[in-house]
């Protein structure tokens, strides 16, 4: 992540489209709501995208089918809630089962799926994308085909007024999640010897096993630890949708694909700067016009790609 | 007959067989199997062979993964579609829609393949299922000239609207598309295009320029497909979101081509009888299968009829570890 001096352009162009959108909506009270809402969104994909983009700056190993984490933590999470009574009581058992449920399929998804076909690209993507098929007709086994509610507790609907600021409470609970997510994972990243490692390996894999570290092992834990969060995302996601259904993973994994494409494979700061340019751009093109909100992330991600071509943070090896 | 295949003969006799039997079968189609559903399959497992052939090329010969596939299918579909819609139900709509598609398809798959042959494999597969899916939401969005979720109902030619007539331009059409593309895949550039599958850097090395080679074929399947896309189109006297955009038809692309085989042409043509045929006759099999295992837990939801697809998946996930080659590769081997 930090090599060096630490590259700030791609900050200033999160600003930059922040203060250009404020520009163009001229009424601050909807550009702050839009704002949040961005913020919200570009927060939880995130959640979802930073483990995916790990996993290959790690192990050059793309998982196609990580959709199917995110879908499977917002139906863990909606069970869980329906059967704790759907109160604030309930949140915390949600988010933990569908995280929880997410990282054990992750491993076994690794163990299955992934394992035998490393260092293989072509493979990596047929395979995954099978395991996509097999899973998500195996959520409509479990959980039948149609679409399940997920509400969000009482505490968290509605909306807070500053002024003449309206805020959802909602999208302010998801922003302060997503940061104290970020916050942790980078803490553990920059400030611990297990973040000392990944980054290592993220850099220079083989020089980290000469040094007797199984990248293998952290890998796997690794692998798991971003189904887990993908888990939550989706929860967390599905619950800002209030609704699941199985196309939710296949939805988010477009979004996600433009976000780590943006950062850069393998780079977790690119990811989150990624993540917010996304977010923010969906909501302020959203409000702004919404027939070309649906082509404002491809145009971001093309712009960006012929500005630099591997992405905001290129990672070392190529 | 060997010209006609282009050299490249199936090498197995079981698989001669086959390819044989699925030939005069969809050859003889509306009079070995009368009635109107089965006539539908066959035409279905005509558009398939083709479509899924072109993507083979990309696929098995080139070695790159595109999602955007349905992408280019969807575009023949809804050029002819758009154009009769507005013109009028005659052959010069056709060939106006039809000759759009193709340039519009063009166009799209040089700037994609441009933008992203460069890099990795995954870099590519990652851009084009962006795109495609943007280009699904935008058609589903522009309602006024695609009919948005509903699609467009439209009047064929008058050559068309007999049954039998329709089903012999799409299989005569599909034919000769097929034997076409066995023809570029059996050419030099055919062999180019393996080698840069096989290890671009030494084919690079060898002085051929792998991303202008990665380009013309990621183009050339694109064209294919759209042709496919305009028969489809005609064939079904619709268009829309479902029965050319949707993801699932990309999933059923990619079964279909590792099921049967990928880096042979007649792996599509396996492939695609297979998945089709599977698809409108195996939900019936199941059917029965569920109804008598009704009581057993969780079971008789294992095999509900709408549950086909999980046992294709799990069909492709063991045929990409155990048969990488598909069914082709297996009936050669032996």
């Given at each position: 992540m930090k090599a060096g001096r630490f590259d700030l352009i791609p900050v200033a162009l999160v600003a930059v489209v922040t203060l250009g959108a404020l520009g163009l909506i001229r009424t601050p009270s909807t550009w702050v709501t839009l704002t949040v809402a961005g913020l919200a969104m570009g927060l939880l994909i995130f959640i979802m995208a930073s483990g995916l983009t790990l996993v290959f700056g790690l192990m050059d190993v793309l998982n196609f089918a990580h959709g199917i984490f995110i879908a499977l933590g917002a139906y863990v999470a909606a069970s869980a809630m329906k059967a704790f009574g759907g109160g604030l009581a309930a949140l915390a058992p949600a988010m933990l089962g569908a995280m929880l449920a997410a990282g054990a399929l992750g491993l076994l998804f690794e163990r299955v799926i992934i394992r035998p076909v490393y260092g293989q690209h072509l493979k990596q993507i047929l395979i995954t994308t099978g395991g996509l098929i097999v899973a998500e007709q195996l959520i409509h086994v479990v959980w039948g085909p149609d679409l399940l509610p997920l509400e969000r507790p009482e505490a968290l609907r509605g909306a807070l007024l500053f002024g003449d600021v309206a805020l959802e409470r909602y999208r302010l609970a998801a922003v302060l999640v997503g940061l104290a997510i970020f916050a942790a994972m980078a803490l553990t990243l920059n400030r611990t010897r297990l973040g000392l490692l990944i980054r290592a390996g993220v850099e220079n894999r083989e020089m980290v096993e000469a040094m007797g570290y199984r990248v293998r092992r952290l890998f796997v834990g690794v692998f798991a630890a971003g189904c887990a969060l993908a888990g939550l995302g989706g929860a967390l996601w599905g619950m800002y949708q209030e609704a699941v259904t199985v196309q939710i993973g296949a939805q988010m994994m477009v979004l996600i694909f433009i976000v780590v494409i943006i950062g850069g494979l393998g780079s977790v700061t690119g990811c989150f700067i990624g993540a917010l340019l996304v977010g923010l751009m969906a909501n302020y093109v959203g409000y702004l016009s919404p027939k070309i909100a649906l082509g404002s992330n491809i145009l971001l991600m093309v712009l960006v790609l012929l500005w630099r071509p591997r992405g905001l943070y290129p990672v070392g090896k190529s | 007959m060997r010209t006609l295949l282009s050299g490249d003969l199936p090498r197995s006799r079981m698989l001669s067989f086959l390819l044989a039997a699925i030939f005069f079968c969809l050859a003889l189609a509306p009079f070995l199997f009368p009635g109107t559903r089965s006539l539908d399959v066959a035409a279905r497992v005509c558009v398939f062979i083709l479509l899924v052939a072109s993507y083979d090329l990309l696929l098995?010969?080139?070695?790159i993964v595109s999602f955007a596939h349905t992408m280019f299918f969807g575009i023949g579909g809804y050029g002819v579609g758009i154009a009769i819609a507005r013109l009028s139900p005659s052959w010069s709509a056709v060939a106006v829609g039809t000759a759009a598609a193709l340039l519009a398809s063009l166009a799209l798959s040089l700037v994609i393949g441009l933008f992203?042959?460069?890099?990795k494999a995954i870099f590519f597969a990652m851009i084009t299922l962006a795109v495609a899916s943007f280009f699904a939401i935008l058609a589903s969005q522009l309602s006024g000239l695609t009919g948005g979720e509903d699609g467009l109902t439209f009047r064929v030619p008058e050559l068309l609207r007999t049954r039998i007539a329709a089903y012999y331009v799409v299989f005569v059409a599909s034919l000769a598309l097929f034997l076409a593309l066995l023809r570029v895949v059996n050419s030099p550039f055919g062999r180019v295009l393996l080698a840069i599958r096989e290890n671009d850097f030494r084919a690079e090395a060898l002085g051929y320029r792998t991303v202008t080679y990665r380009t013309i074929a990621n183009s050339l399947g694109a064209l294919v497909a759209t042709l496919a896309g305009v028969l489809y189109a005609l064939w079904l006297r619709y268009t829309g979101p479902n029965t050319t955009l949707d993801f699932a038809i990309m999933i059923d692309i990619l079964l279909m081509v590792v099921i049967g085989g990928?880096?042979?042409?007649y792996g599509a043509v396996i492939g695609a009888t297979l998945f089709v045929v599977a698809q409108n006759y195996l939900q019936d099999g199941m059917k029965v299968l569920s109804a008598a295992l009704q009581g057993i837990p969780l079971l008789p939801d294992l095999f509900h009829?709408?549950?086909w697809l999980l046992w294709l998946g799990v069909l492709f996930v063991i045929s990409v570890y155990?048969?990488?080659?598909g069914v082709v590769g297996y009936l050669r081997r032996r």
């Open positions: - | 098995g010969y080139t070695g992203s042959l460069r890099v990928m880096g042979t042409m009829p709408d549950r155990y048969f990488p080659t």
